[in-house]
Nanobody, 118 residues
């Protein structure tokens, strides 16, 4: 069972930056997909950014402001966030997907709070 642990959340002023990290207890290089999702109060969880087999996708709301990356040697996934605005306030979750012989395993971190406020 893989565990994902996020860190790096906090309170930031509008226009500021944060970098989220997600450390995996298993090899992140073996993930079919790895990404970040977020959930704001009263809203559904939504995709922020994801790497799937080397291809990267971003939600339209963060494109050009956020950057996802991973360090396979450190088994760590990152989300660099810049130009933050209050609409980015949410709990951010790390996600990993393993696929093997037709089976899938979905993993989620516990979430880290990001609050953008002056």
């Amino acid at each position: 069972q893989v565990q994902l642990v996020e860190s790096g959340g906090g309170l930031v002023q509008p226009g500021g930056s944060l970098r989220l990290s997600c450390t995996s207890s298993g090899s992140i290089a073996g993930f079919h997909a790895a990404g970040w999702y977020r959930q704001a109060p009263g809203k559904q969880r939504e995709l922020v950014a994801q790497i799937t087999n080397g291809d990267t996708v971003y939600s339209d709301s963060v494109k050009g402001r956020f950057a996802i990356s991973k360090d396979n040697a450190r088994d760590t996934l990152y989300l660099q966030m810049s130009g933050l605005n209050p609409e980015d306030t949410a709990v951010y979750y790390c996600y990993g997907l393993q696929v093997f012989l037709g089976r899938r395993w979905d993993y989620w971190g516990q979430g880290t709070q990001v609050t953008v406020s002056s």
